[in-house]
């Protein structure tokens, strides 16, 4: 398994692919939101390995801090000190890109976008100008250019007017689809750079020159618009997510200071606002209902399908759909950090990581690229010598073997599948942190699992207490409601709410993780916690365990009240498991994957929960610490392990699992920060899901692999002891790109099973 990292990949437009592969590309710089440095778009930087020719183009400039890479938004993100900017730029614009400053908004926030209503001046637009221009017309002409020279060529190919007319309609054409490859391919040429730019602009050159000029320009324009089309194709996979940010108003109806409903910028409503929406409306941005009652799609959240109620006091969230009844709303998250904005932010870094096959692909497509060079150039030096070949039809070889030479749909046969299922994985309420995680996520053996919220509801009620001992009941049911007021912890908050008491100063309040609270009272030091430190505290006494035992094999949590002397009274909180619970189980069970419960709970309790869900593996009374020697147990025992929990009490062991699922990931950040997989609609059936998931994903990574190495090789053999034609080579690369960005897609379309 691979160590974990946050960091998040691009995903390699290789039709582009200015793709040398020749020298992977290091990881993209994961910036924080609030990055400093100057942002620049480069409308030409869509592949990694573009990346990687861009970073070595900045090695030599001094004072340079950190770089952060967006090939999705195509912009780059230099920290640096002031005077290093003009190099810097000056490095990229020999390295033949074009750096440009970047709109704002293009970083500084979640997704890069100023909020919903953010610029769309680049959104879709493939400026991308890797050897077709600028522009569809562009290339338009170019193509009815190849096809007159075509034609020039068949009708009148000795006479020498038309051949030089033909020529001279060949290096027009050839200019107007090719003269960004050329740019591009010289720079990489003068820094010894075999990319698809150098190789392209040495074949169609040698083509030219040997009278082949026709066919050099019909192979340039069709190069060209193959590209084209590949880029679209891969956008596509790019912005699946992306657009969701669309379905947020731009406008918001905002409480106003005298009363009135004003319709506000999104971007203008602060902070604490309170917001009206309308049945059949999108919610503008995330909030806390204060007034209403109604049914709210979540689908853009948590792809959950059916509505959820929403009354005073719910969380909704930017981009859901109020269906049925009037909301008033207490904004709490800003028009660019709403909990959607941030999800799409999240899915935007994941496409910048790089996938175990997509590390092994970029290293053999490092080897083969010099590799199929070296036997164009063996082809040209001897087969005249030791065949019946001329020198100019060797020299022809030599030059189909460039074009077969290009790395694009083996390079690209990764990237592209592993965002299509990031982003499929996202419109299922699935956010992977990467393509390590979506492609690992298959090899699971064992996944621990947290007991409350996560196979349980998370919502325990108070179903009985009592007062133990000679203790007064208010002062004891005061002193219990204050200390459990002061808890975020799911039990304490049952214990408050249930006994619904006006609560008392505490002071010195202290949690002790994995036990409970303490903290005096009225100058009286009281503990609230569970048996474990009532035990610990050497109170327990035989009747108390009876009473204990009785609670705990009907599978409550027992939290008892106690002095430093005497146990005060004891609270017994019972929680439902979850209606999924099951059903997510037994998936897990029928793909192989061995589910197992650990909890901070009594044993009793555990393995009585864990008897509903139809698990057969519980264990409980463990602190955090304990939980993490579990998880190595089960690393041990079962091999890859994942663990599942809330992301902060489970922080240990979600780090030491080999993949950490959050669950009630919507509008938590902590969980989002600390798994490795956060699943936004609180469905244990998702963990399943991802690893069927993560299967599909390797299953395509490979047939791409196959495709592209397949035909490759058929026209490698063809181009040496065959007769293959630059045409053929053309189609054969560019058609294996759009035949592997094609089966990627694919997972967009997937369905859940």
Same mark, same amino acid.
């Given at each position: ?9 691009g ?5 582009s ?16 939101a ?6 620049f ?6 592949? $990694? /390995?573009?990346?990687s ?16 890479? &967006? ?10 000190a ?7 730029? !000056?490095a ?11 709109a ?7 997704? #890069? ?11 879709g637009?493939?400026?991308h ?5 600028s #522009?569809?017309?562009?290339?338009? /002409?170019?193509?009815?250019l ?12 000795d ?16 200019w ?10 010289m ?10 730019? /150098?190789?392209?602009?040495?074949a169609?050159t040698?083509?030219?020159?040997i ?8 192979v ?6 193959a590209e ?34 004003v319709?506000t910028?999104? %971007? &203008? ?18 909030g806390?209902?204060?007034? #209403? ?42 028009? @660019? ?7 799409i932010h ?6 910048? +990581?790089?996938?175990?096959?997509q590390?092994?692909?970029d290293?053999?497509a ?9 036997v164009?150039v ?18 022809y ?9 290009c ?5 690209? +046969?990764t990237p ?11 419109r ?10 979506l *492609?690992?996520a ?5 996944v621990?699992?947290d007991?409350?919220g996560?196979?349980? *509801?998370?919502?325990p ?10 203790a007064? *009941? ?12 002061? $808890?975020?912890?799911?039990? $304490?908050?049952?214990?408050? +709410?249930?006994l619904?008491l006006?609560?008392?100063a ?12 303490q ?18 505290s050497?109170l327990c ?5 009876l009473?204990?035992a009785r609670h ?6 027992v ?9 005060? %009274?004891l ?15 037994a ?15 009594? @044993? ?8 509903q ?11 955090p610490?304990?939980?993490? *020697? ?9 091999g ?5 929990g ?17 669950? #009630? ?5 902590t969980?989002m ?12 059936? &998702?963990?399943? !899901?991802?690893?069927r998931?993560?299967?599909?994903t ?8 196959a ?9 490698l ?26 089966n ?10």
């Amino acid at each position: 398994m691979q160590t974990k990292n946050t960091s998040f990949p691009g995903a390699e437009s290789c039709g582009s692919v200015a793709c040398s592969a020749s020298i992977p590309a290091g990881p993209a710089v994961a910036r924080p939101a609030n990055a400093a440095g100057r942002a620049f778009r480069i409308a030409t930087m869509d592949c $990694s /390995a573009e990346e990687s020719e861009i970073r070595r183009a900045l090695e030599p400039i001094p004072n340079i801090r950190s770089l952060g890479f &967006q090939l999705g938004a195509r912009t780059l993100t230099i920290d640096a000190a002031e005077e290093a900017y003009p190099l810097a730029l !000056e490095a990229i614009r020999k390295a033949g890109f074009d750096p440009r400053p970047a709109a704002a908004g293009a970083h500084g926030n979640a997704g #890069g976008h100023s909020g919903p209503a953010h610029d769309h001046a680049h959104d879709g637009d493939h400026d991308h100008e890797h050897g077709f221009g600028s #522009g569809i017309s562009r290339l338009v /002409a170019a193509l009815v250019l190849a096809t007159g020279a075509e034609v020039i060529s068949f009708f009148a190919p000795d006479a020498l007017a038309w051949k030089a007319a033909g020529m001279a309609v060949s290096a027009l054409a050839i200019w107007l689809a090719g003269i960004d490859t050329y740019k591009k391919g010289m720079a990489a040429l003068l820094r010894g750079r075999l990319n698809i730019n /150098a190789l392209m602009a040495v074949a169609v050159t040698g083509a030219f020159l040997i009278g082949q000029w026709p066919e050099a320009a019909m192979v340039m324009a069709l190069y060209a618009i193959a590209e084209l089309i590949e880029a679209r194709a891969v956008d596509r996979a790019r912005n699946a997510i992306k657009g969701l940010l669309d379905l947020t108003p731009e406008q918001a109806l905002m409480l106003a200071p005298d009363g009135s409903w004003v319709l506000t910028p999104v %971007a &203008q409503v602060p902070l604490e606002a309170t917001v009206r929406i309308k049945p059949g409306e999108r919610v503008p941005m995330d909030g806390v209902v204060v007034k #209403g009652n109604s049914a709210i799609n979540q689908a853009p959240i948590t792809g959950e399908s059916i509505p959820v109620d929403k009354a005073a006091g719910d969380k909704v969230f930017a981009g859901t759909i109020n269906e049925t009844g009037e909301l008033e709303l207490r904004v709490t998250a800003a028009s @660019n950090n709403t909990t959607l904005a941030r999800i799409i932010h999240a899915v935007e870094q994941a496409q910048g +990581s790089r996938a175990p096959t997509q590390r092994f692909v970029d290293r053999f497509a490092a080897v083969y690229t010099p590799a199929v060079f070296a036997v164009a150039v063996a082809v040209a030096a001897f087969m005249p010598l030791l065949t019946s070949l001329t020198w100019l039809e060797a020299l022809y070889k030599a030059l189909v073997l460039l074009v077969i030479a290009c790395p694009c749909a083996l390079v690209i +046969s990764t990237p592209v599948t592993v965002v299509s299922g990031l982003s499929a994985a996202a419109r299922r309420g699935i956010l992977i942190k990467g393509g390590t995680y979506l *492609e690992e996520a298959r090899l699971l053996k064992a996944v621990a699992l947290d007991k409350t919220g996560t196979v349980t *509801e998370g919502k325990p009620k108070l179903v009985d207490w009592r007062v133990w001992g000679d203790a007064e *009941e208010e002062p004891t049911r005061e002193a219990a409601a204050s200390l459990a007021d002061r $808890s975020d912890h799911p039990v $304490s908050r049952a214990i408050a +709410s249930g006994l619904d008491l006006d609560v008392a100063a505490v002071h010195d309040f202290t949690a002790l993780p994995g036990r409970g609270v303490q903290g005096v009272i009225r100058d009286r030091n009281l503990l609230l916690g569970n048996h474990r430190l009532v035990h610990e505290s050497g109170l327990c006494t035989p009747e108390l365990e009876l009473e204990l035992a009785r609670h705990e094999q009907q599978g409550r949590t027992v939290t008892l009240l106690a002095d430093a002397t005497h146990v005060l %009274a004891l609270f017994a909180v019972a929680d439902t498991i979850r209606e999924t619970s099951r059903q997510a189980i037994a998936d897990l069970k029928a793909i192989g994957v061995t589910p197992v419960m650990l909890t901070g709970d009594n @044993n009793a309790t555990a393995h009585a929960i864990a008897a509903q869900a139809g698990i057969d593996d519980a264990r409980g009374d463990l602190l955090p610490e304990a939980k993490l *020697e579990a998880i190595k147990d089960m690393q041990q025992r079962y091999g890859v392990t994942g663990m599942t929990g809330d992301g902060i009490n489970d922080a240990p062991a979600l780090a030491q699992a080999d993949i950490g699922f959050a669950m #009630g990931g919507a509008g938590t950040d902590t969980a989002m920060e600390a798994a490795d997989v956060v699943i936004m609609n609180d469905n244990l059936e &998702q963990i399943a !899901e991802t690893v069927r998931l993560s299967q599909r994903t390797h299953s395509i990574l490979w047939q791409n692999i196959a495709l592209a190495l397949g035909i490759k090789s058929i026209f490698l053999v063809l181009a040496v002891f065959g007769s293959a034609t630059m045409w053929m080579a053309v189609f054969a690369d560019m058609g294996a790109s759009l035949l592997v960005v094609g089966n990627g897609l694919r997972l967009l379309r997937a369905k859940n099973r």
